[in-house]
């Protein structure tokens, strides 16, 4: 039976993800991104007060809210046209707290957030706010791109997935009781049309980004009610995908397989809890949680954050934190609405930064700081300015050159991207840096 046309139509219409960059280091070209917006109905909310837009801010615990600071940082010299309406939530904030943070990402309808600790020692009673917050606004698909970094070395490489995990029931359910003491029951709700749900936005998103093959991840062959009509929805939902392969695999033999043959995978979708893991699994194979962003999409609200969703609560304010994956998870944010030059800028300075091996963080093998991580970064963005002061001298601001070591490979129109990257900065006072920078006339 063929997925409903009013589904589809759903599924087409919520938020789409910005990847990481293409199958080379992914992003969509322009083309490809007209495209896609133009079969998107829902667009991302109006600029506003002269051009900036406003974006809920949730530092959250652990290392959030010092890496919030890194990140205010480098939009600043970027000259990133985003003001922060900054909420504190904690773990143990108030219901009426989280109310507030809520309310704030329904007024901005995107948020950059730190993860909220959920402490296992509470009370039943208390549920996790991360929880609350994601099926309050019902960000349904959670997206993370699992993908080999330069400069960062692990035990494979070549490594590009898409995973796609359905974000709002399944385990995470907050349903249980003690039937009779001494035994507890745990109920994982799968409903048909959320699954057909996040099986039609993995297989758009396949479609969008020109990937050959979607993997379904499941337990079907234990969990033959549950998880047998996940996977059921997956099928139906492939045959509108003539162009797509499909596969599926048991969850126990996918962890086996990623941490042998990563490569195999393209993308991948899977309910709550086998998502959570695979997660984790793929993050590790990359480099660790430091280094890998995520986004979870609803209809009408996108919420950025880093892909493991681990608060750092150990190694908080010893300024060792990767600051990678927050930056990250900020360029997808950028992308989601739009300002793809300064999320092209942050992202390739992110990723440059990463090839000197001195400012890498004890996470992945290094000794370096997360401020010494941070100004290699700085130094990258600093370096893109110069590159296209020079190119404007030269070519006094209209010609076409070639740009040599800035963020745009080829051939660019000096005028255009200057005025895209840093002649939008209304309302805003530039930092010495990039006053300097304008000097070179």
Not at 20 to 25: D, F, I, K, M, T
Not at 175 to 198: D, F, Q
Not at 277 to 291: D, M, S
Not at 397 to 419: C, H, R
């Amino acid at each position: 039976m063929a997925v409903s046309a009013t589904l589809r139509s759903a599924a087409r219409s919520v938020w789409k993800p910005a990847l990481l960059a293409p199958r080379s280091v992914q992003t969509l070209t322009d083309v490809n991104r007209r495209n896609v917006a133009s079969q998107q109905p829902t667009i991302p909310p109006p600029a506003k007060y002269g051009g900036r837009h406003t974006v809920t801010m949730i530092p959250g615990d652990g290392i959030g809210p010092e890496l919030m600071l890194h990140v205010k940082e480098i939009f600043r010299h970027a000259c990133v046209p985003v003001d922060f309406e900054e909420v504190l939530v904690s773990s143990e904030a108030s219901d009426r707290d989280l109310q507030n943070a809520i309310m704030a990402i329904r007024r901005n309808r995107v948020a950059l957030k730190g993860n909220l600790e959920t402490n296992h020692n509470l009370p039943p009673t208390h549920k996790s706010r991360n929880n609350i917050l994601r099926t309050t606004l019902d960000l349904f698909a959670n997206v993370i791109h699992c993908k080999s970094l330069p400069g960062v070395a692990t035990r494979h490489r070549d490594i590009d997935i898409l995973m796609v995990r359905e974000n709002t029931e399944g385990e995470y359910s907050s349903l249980e009781h003690e039937s009779v003491s001494g035994v507890v029951e745990s109920l994982k709700i799968i409903t048909k049309t959320k699954s057909l749900r996040i099986a039609e936005y993995a297989f758009q998103l396949a479609k969008e980004a020109g990937r050959k093959k979607v993997t379904a991840v499941h337990k079907a062959n234990i969990m033959k009610l549950g998880d047998g009509l996940f996977l059921q929805c997956c099928k139906e939902v492939a045959g509108s995908y003539p162009g797509i392969t499909f596969d599926s695999m048991i969850v126990d033999n996918t962890t086996m397989q990623l941490v042998s043959r990563p490569q195999q995978f393209d993308v991948m979708v899977m309910p709550n809890l086998y998502g959570n893991i695979v997660n984790n699994v793929c993050a590790g194979l990359v480099g660790g949680p430091g280094l890998v962003p995520g986004a979870n999409y609803g209809r009408d609200y996108a919420v950025f954050e880093t892909a493991t969703r681990n608060t750092g609560k150990s190694i908080a304010s010893k300024n060792i934190a990767n600051p990678t994956a927050m930056l990250l998870a900020s360029c997808m944010m950028l992308d989601h609405l739009k300002l793809h030059s300064y999320a092209s800028v942050i992202r390739k300075a992110v990723l440059a930064s990463l090839d000197d091996s001195k400012t890498h963080t004890p996470d992945i093998g290094g000794q370096g700081t997360t401020s010494e991580a941070v100004q290699s970064i700085l130094k990258q963005i600093r370096g893109s300015a110069i590159n296209l002061a020079q190119v404007r001298r030269a070519g006094k601001g209209d010609a076409i050159l070639p740009l040599s070591a800035g963020p745009w490979v080829g051939q660019a129109t000096a005028k255009t991207e200057e005025e895209k990257v840093f002649g939008l900065c209304t309302n805003f006072s530039p930092s010495p840096d990039i006053i300097e920078l304008e000097g070179v006339q």
